[in-house]
């Protein structure tokens, strides 16, 4: 794995290969950042997006398969938003204060010039470079909100897209044929919370889909290791189809 202070890049990059991209697959806090937080916030779902760095580390095992990944805490930095949306540096997340965020535009400036601009960059650059059959967005869902605990979340896992579905369409039925309890546009819409891949995959017509897999499935190595296989056939069979 090759990473900079913004973004890791996992696997080789290939044209016609299939690209895994994680916002949220880092809970780091550089050394220099102080966010003013207990630090076990940093294990819980609002700093990391649990588990998804080992599934796509062995996703990326396999041949035609690569992953780019945030490489700091959406608390610092959450790269899935538009750079002027106000979470992109959040001030809380779901009711935790993150009082070292509390800064004025030139400290916003900063923290945007130094991970958000880098790791959006990378990304395209990257993209133009290796231009892949199909990118999956990879994320995790917490199994309830605790401003929200009311709110149960029973989908085993998520699909997400903006306008573009020909990928979601042709992996939802693939994912409930395994069993699973599928969200389609749950446990959000993928039409609100949807900002890299907008801005990287609709914008220039690639292929995408987006899965959020509840936390509870892979928080553990064998869970781990039973989505990467999973989602390696099955975004293998996307790929296939719409090549078809």
Known sequence: MRCED????????QAGGILIVSDHASNRVPDDIDLGIDPALLNEHVAIDIGVAGVAERIVRQPGFAAFLANVSRLVCDCNRDEDAPAVIP?????HAIPGNLFDVEGREERLERFFRPYHTALADLLDRAPPRLIVSLHSFT???ASKPEEQRPWHCGVLYNADDRASRLAIPLLEAEGLTVGDQQPYSGKLLNATMNRHAEAHGRPYFGIEIRQDQIGGEAGQA????RLVRIAGEVAEALGE
Request: hydrophobic share 35%.
């Open 6 to 13: 913004a973004f890791c890049v996992a696997g080789e990059p």
């Open 91 to 95: 001030h809380s997340s779901d009711g």
């Open 143 to 145: 199994p309830s909100l």
């Open 226 to 229: 039973e989505w990467a296989e």
